[in-house]
């Protein structure tokens, strides 16, 4: 469709377009092109990457927790349980990951059979609690960069669970960005490493990151 759009634009403006170079509008987005962002870590990161594949449905999913939990606000579950995925979904995900500095950061790009709208939080669901049995946590709005032609969404998630009788938390902070039929979601967590305090995780980093993601994906 996007040749066919230049084609017909070349038509028009002959003189403009006599050239024959492409512009930056002209190029397809590419969600194997996510797998560029490993060149942002340096030597401390250990970097993996999955090329382009059938969606992974964990990735879409939304949060899973026990029965019996509450939110509050209690209009608020839909935006504490994450991305609304239409039923059927289809499509390929790549991703990157890199560890290091005591954190993780994925960076990870799916093209979808039709668009996955971001939950709007509004003004009443910029921070959620919720509790259950053996469980309990927060869900808060955290700041997203500005990307043009995209909307973004940022969100940290703090959970504590018992365990076998044993208290356990867990920290996430998720970004995400969609434009058409693409969504960018980069994921920031802390690494649990033996005899080492946890490292407070680098959400200037994760952001710049999301940016990034998005820039390769457009070409």
Not at 59 to 86: H, M, N, S, Y
């Given at each position: ?11 028009a403006?002959l003189?403009a377009?006599s ?5 930056a509008?002209?190029v ?5 092109h996510v797998?560029?962002v490993?060149s942002?870590f340096g030597?401390?990161f250990?970097?993996?990457a999955?090329a382009p ?11 899973t927790l ?7 606000p209690p ?8 991305l609304a ?5 289809k ?6 990951t ?15 059979s039709?668009?996955v709208?971001l ?13 259950g ?8 709005v955290a700041?997203s960069?500005v ?8 969100t940290?998630r703090?959970v504590?669970?018992v365990?076998?009788?044993?208290p356990?938390?867990g920290?996430?902070?998720?970004y995400v960005?969609g434009f058409?039929?693409i ?5 920031a967590?802390?690494l649990v ?15 710049d990151?999301?940016?990034?993601a998005?820039?390769a994906?457009?070409g």
């Amino acid at each position: 469709m996007l040749r066919t759009l230049f084609t017909v634009a070349c038509a028009a403006l002959l003189a403009a377009c006599s050239s024959g170079e492409p512009t930056a509008d002209d190029v397809p987005d590419d969600i194997s092109h996510v797998l560029d962002v490993k060149s942002t870590f340096g030597p401390d990161f250990k970097v993996t990457a999955v090329a382009p594949t059938g969606i992974d449905p964990r990735i879409l999913a939304p949060q899973t927790l026990p029965p019996g939990v509450k939110f509050e606000p209690p209009d608020c579950a839909k935006f504490a349980t994450g991305l609304a995925v239409p039923a059927g979904l289809k499509g390929n995900m790549a991703a990157t990951t890199a560890e290091g500095e005591g954190n993780r950061f994925i960076a990870i790009a799916v093209e979808t059979s039709e668009a996955v709208p971001l939950t709007d939080p509004g003004q009443a669901c910029q921070k959620v609690g919720f509790a259950g049995p053996g469980t309990r946590g927060v869900v808060e709005v955290a700041e997203s960069p500005v990307i043009d032609g995209a909307r973004t969404l940022g969100t940290h998630r703090v959970v504590q669970t018992v365990v076998d009788g044993k208290p356990a938390s867990g920290e996430l902070y998720n970004y995400v960005a969609g434009f058409g039929s693409i969504l960018v979601i980069v994921t920031a967590n802390p690494l649990v490493l033996p005899n080492q305090p946890v490292a407070p995780v680098n959400t200037q980093r994760a952001r710049d990151l999301l940016t990034a993601a998005v820039a390769a994906v457009r070409g």
